[in-house]
């Protein structure tokens, strides 16, 4: 196996006349015929019904294997979302293929090859960039280098970008600032007291269940909460801990994140996300975040869509700390430093980055998004994944493995 393999670009055609704003209505006259004329369009278009239908209230988080598979490409039509511009000079990646093939890893203790990772169903895209090259590539059939895909909580390290531009730009003053200076709405919580370091590092002390499985558990409940729904309902938590002592994984309170931004910034992350990373640094495709239909509001912890291939220019970015091509710094000097620093309640975890030995830090999502970096090395792999189940499928410890298997077998 060598070279960049394809096995097909995306194989599902979309009318233009589809409406992007989904969840608040179907298409019109002429967007019906332009349904009715392509039948791959239809066939989203009846998902999307489906998955918007009363009852089922849009959970992905219960959607089948199947649904996710089309649904997670073409999400834009399923929830209503924000463009985010791609760039007119995309940063380039050329190619220089490497034959991987010999990469192994175990899990369990059994031996897989890079092919055996590739041929599970669970995986959809792989790229590996080493030195600001392609050294491989592999997608799913019916995929390819054009589709975008659900990113998760992938999205919250690129929130935590953000964030470092915002305090770069004199936006937010730094990260002891408490949260209810920027969301006063919060003030008299369980939130007051607790800074944008503490929630950055998940460690806001506020009672918070994570449970992808349970359909009464806060993350089912109000994982994708915006605005007024969202503080509201985070408002009422429960104190379980002093801020800053321990580690508790928390989607919501990255949305409270997100809303820290928008609220600091005036404006919506998608416009700063585009002005500030998206086009300067030149990103090739369109990205579109997931915005809550009662707030219009981007989730900090979740959804932006975006392509492999501009995911992987994602890490690029943050392994230049932030410095755009010509030059130009967007973070804080400091600022990829402190976000890879272990924190003192998890020393895995740093400003919504995972964090590995030798410096290596990663973007994680459910269903298997990822995004590993290691500077050390130059490399980047990205990874577009479908597991059977958010969290616990397993598919995780191939994901470690691969990656793990390529970076040693890149080793300079």
Same mark, same amino acid.
């Given at each position: 196996?060598?070279?960049?393999?394809?096995?097909?670009?995306?194989?599902?055609?979309?009318?233009?006349?589809?409406?992007?704003?989904?969840?608040?209505?179907?298409?019109?006259?002429?967007?019906?015929?332009?349904?009715?004329? /392509?039948?791959?369009?239809?066939?989203?278009?009846?998902?999307?019904? !489906?998955?918007?239908?009363?009852?089922?209230?849009?959970?992905?988080?219960?959607?089948?294997?199947?649904?996710?598979? %089309?649904?997670?490409?073409?999400?834009?039509?399923?929830?209503?979302?924000?463009?985010?511009?791609?760039?007119?000079?995309?940063?380039?990646?050329?190619?220089?293929?490497?034959?991987?093939?010999?990469?192994?890893?175990? $899990?369990?203790? =059994?031996?897989?090859?890079?092919?055996?990772?590739?041929? *599970?169903?669970?995986?959809i895209g792989m790229i590996v960039v080493q030195d600001g090259q392609v050294l491989f590539e592999d997608y799913a059939e019916g995929h390819g280098a054009e589709t975008p895909w659900m990113s998760f909580s992938v999205t919250k390290s690129i929130t935590s970008l953000l964030v470092g531009a915002a305090i770069r730009d004199g936006y937010i003053g730094g990260i002891d600032d408490p949260v209810t200076d920027y969301l006063p709405r919060l003030k008299g919580s369980a939130y007051e007291g607790v800074t944008l370091a503490d929630v950055l590092q998940m460690?806001?002390? $506020?009672?918070?269940?994570?449970?992808?499985?349970?359909?009464?558990?806060?993350?089912?409940?109000?994982? #994708?909460?915006?605005?007024?729904?969202?503080?509201?309902?985070?408002?009422?938590?429960?104190?379980?801990?002093?801020?800053?002592?321990?580690?508790?994984?928390?989607?919501?309170?990255?949305?409270? =994140?997100?809303?820290? *931004?928008?609220?600091? %910034?005036?404006? @919506?992350?998608?416009?700063?996300?585009?002005? @500030?990373?998206?086009?300067?640094?030149?990103?090739?495709?369109?990205?579109?975040?997931? =915005?809550?239909?009662?707030?219009?509001?981007?989730?900090?912890?979740?959804?932006?869509?975006?392509?492999?291939?501009?995911?992987?220019?994602?890490?690029?970015?943050?392994?230049? @700390?932030?410095?755009?091509?010509? &030059?130009?710094?967007?973070?804080? /000097?400091?600022?990829?430093? !402190?976000?890879?620093?272990?924190?003192?309640?998890?020393?895995?975890?740093?400003?919504?980055?995972? *964090?590995?030995?030798? #410096? $290596?830090?990663?973007?994680?999502?459910?269903?298997?998004?990822?995004?590993?970096?290691?500077?050390?090395?130059?490399? $980047?792999?990205?990874?577009?994944?479908?597991?059977?189940?958010?969290?616990?499928?397993?598919?995780?410890?191939?994901?470690? &493995?691969?990656?793990?298997? %390529?970076?040693?077998?890149?080793?300079?």
């Amino acid at each position: 196996m060598t070279g960049i393999e394809r096995t097909s670009r995306i194989a599902l055609p979309l009318a233009a006349a589809l409406c992007l704003q989904a969840c608040a209505s179907g298409p019109d006259d002429a967007g019906m015929a332009a349904v009715e004329a /392509d039948p791959e369009a239809a066939r989203i278009e009846a998902l999307a019904e !489906r998955l918007r239908a009363p009852g089922n209230e849009g959970n992905v988080l219960f959607w089948s294997t199947e649904d996710r598979r %089309i649904a997670f490409a073409n999400i834009e039509h399923i929830y209503p979302t924000r463009r985010v511009r791609a760039s007119e000079t995309p940063y380039p990646l050329p190619a220089a293929p490497r034959d991987l093939s010999q990469v192994t890893y175990a $899990v369990e203790g =059994v031996e897989y090859s890079l092919q055996d990772y590739l041929d *599970l169903p669970d995986s959809i895209g792989m790229i590996v960039v080493q030195d600001g090259q392609v050294l491989f590539e592999d997608y799913a059939e019916g995929h390819g280098a054009e589709t975008p895909w659900m990113s998760f909580s992938v999205t919250k390290s690129i929130t935590s970008l953000l964030v470092g531009a915002a305090i770069r730009d004199g936006y937010i003053g730094g990260i002891d600032d408490p949260v209810t200076d920027y969301l006063p709405r919060l003030k008299g919580s369980a939130y007051e007291g607790v800074t944008l370091a503490d929630v950055l590092q998940m460690a806001s002390g $506020v009672a918070w269940n994570e449970d992808y499985r349970d359909a009464d558990s806060d993350v089912s409940r109000a994982g #994708a909460a915006n605005g007024v729904t969202l503080y509201d309902y985070m408002g009422q938590l429960p104190r379980a801990a002093p801020p800053g002592s321990a580690f508790n994984y928390n989607t919501g309170e990255t949305n409270l =994140v997100g809303a820290v *931004l928008r609220a600091a %910034i005036g404006n @919506n992350a998608s416009a700063y996300l585009e002005s @500030n990373i998206w086009r300067p640094f030149g990103m090739e495709h369109d990205a579109h975040w997931v =915005v809550t239909q009662d707030s219009g509001a981007e989730l900090g912890g979740c959804c932006l869509n975006a392509t492999l291939r501009d995911y992987a220019r994602i890490g690029l970015f943050a392994m230049a @700390n932030g410095v755009l091509p010509d &030059g130009t710094p967007v973070l804080p /000097d400091d600022w990829m430093a !402190r976000s890879t620093t272990p924190s003192s309640a998890q020393p895995g975890y740093g400003y919504l980055w995972w *964090l590995g030995p030798d #410096a $290596v830090y990663s973007a994680r999502g459910i269903f298997g998004q990822t995004l590993f970096v290691d500077p050390e090395q130059g490399l $980047v792999i990205a990874l577009h994944g479908n597991a059977e189940r958010a969290a616990g499928s397993g598919y995780g410890m191939h994901i470690r &493995g691969i990656t793990t298997g %390529i970076r040693q077998a890149l080793a300079h």
